[in-house]
């Protein structure tokens, strides 16, 4: 199979020691703005390229972008830093495929920032990813934070996520009578 053009240019300048890691950089960071999978592809094979040098945060602008193929494509990258923070950017863009993606790389803290993806996910109304949340392994315990959170939902008459919170909860810290009341009604 012949090179692509791409490819065939990036490794000439590859091999041209004129061109240093912060050449490549820079064409890393473009390559991720036009969301140019095969360039980024072909850059990552190479040592010049640091995958962090974008103010440390590359998982992140592609999680806040929804560039899914480039979150797939970092993800291996055994370096790469801020898999929480593009964790909690997915949640907010509601993109579903990207939380999972994320979930399944066991270096993500589904829990980091005292919960803030739940948080997120739990304010935008959206029970699909408070579902993913919840179902994670990881998810075994939410902290005091969400006391507020479960008060959050149901504020927002949202009592099928109400429902999802209540079995995690000590119900003795919950000062919501609503809340009980869900919670009365679902035999708890």
Same mark, same amino acid.
């Given at each position: 199979?012949?090179?692509?053009?791409?490819?065939?240019? $990036?490794?000439?300048?590859?091999?041209? @020691?004129?061109?240093?890691?912060?050449?490549?950089?820079?064409?890393?960071?473009?390559?991720?703005?036009?969301?140019?999978?095969?360039?980024?592809?072909?850059?990552? @094979?190479?040592?010049?390229?640091?995958?962090?040098?974008?103010?440390?945060?590359? !998982? !992140?602008?592609?999680?806040?972008?929804?560039? /899914?193929?480039?979150? @797939?494509? $970092?993800?291996?990258?055994?370096?790469? @830093?801020?898999?929480?923070?593009?964790?909690?950017? =997915?949640?907010?863009?509601?993109?579903?495929?990207?939380?999972?993606?994320?979930?399944?790389?066991?270096?993500?803290?589904?829990? =980091?920032?005292?919960?803030? =993806? $739940?948080?997120?996910?739990?304010?935008?109304? /959206?029970?699909?990813?408070?579902?993913?949340? $919840?179902?994670?392994?990881?998810?075994?315990?939410?902290?005091?934070?969400? %006391?507020?959170? !479960?008060?959050? =939902?149901?504020? &927002?008459?949202?009592?099928?996520?109400?429902?999802?919170?209540?079995?995690? /909860?000590?119900? &003795?810290?919950?000062? %919501?009578?609503? !809340?009980?009341?869900?919670?009365?009604?679902?035999?708890?």
């Amino acid at each position: 199979m012949a090179e692509s053009l791409v490819a065939q240019t $990036l490794n000439h300048l590859f091999e041209d @020691k004129t061109f240093d890691q912060k050449f490549f950089n820079e064409v890393f960071r473009r390559a991720m703005w036009k969301n140019d999978v095969e360039t980024l592809k072909i850059l990552l @094979k190479n040592k010049k390229v640091d995958p962090n040098h974008i103010n440390s945060n590359p !998982i !992140i602008w592609a999680a806040k972008n929804d560039h /899914f193929e480039i979150v @797939k494509l $970092l993800l291996p990258c055994s370096d790469i @830093k801020h898999i929480n923070d593009a964790l909690q950017c =997915a949640t907010t863009n509601h993109n579903i495929e990207i939380v999972n993606i994320l979930l399944a790389d066991e270096r993500t803290d589904p829990t =980091a920032g005292s919960n803030y =993806a $739940l948080r997120c996910a739990i304010n935008d109304n /959206f029970i699909e990813i408070v579902k993913i949340l $919840l179902a994670d392994k990881r998810m075994n315990s939410i902290d005091s934070t969400c %006391d507020t959170n !479960i008060e959050t =939902a149901m504020n &927002r008459n949202n009592t099928e996520i109400v429902k999802l919170l209540i079995p995690r /909860f000590d119900m &003795r810290k919950i000062y %919501d009578l609503r !809340i009980h009341a869900l919670a009365i009604e679902m035999g708890k």
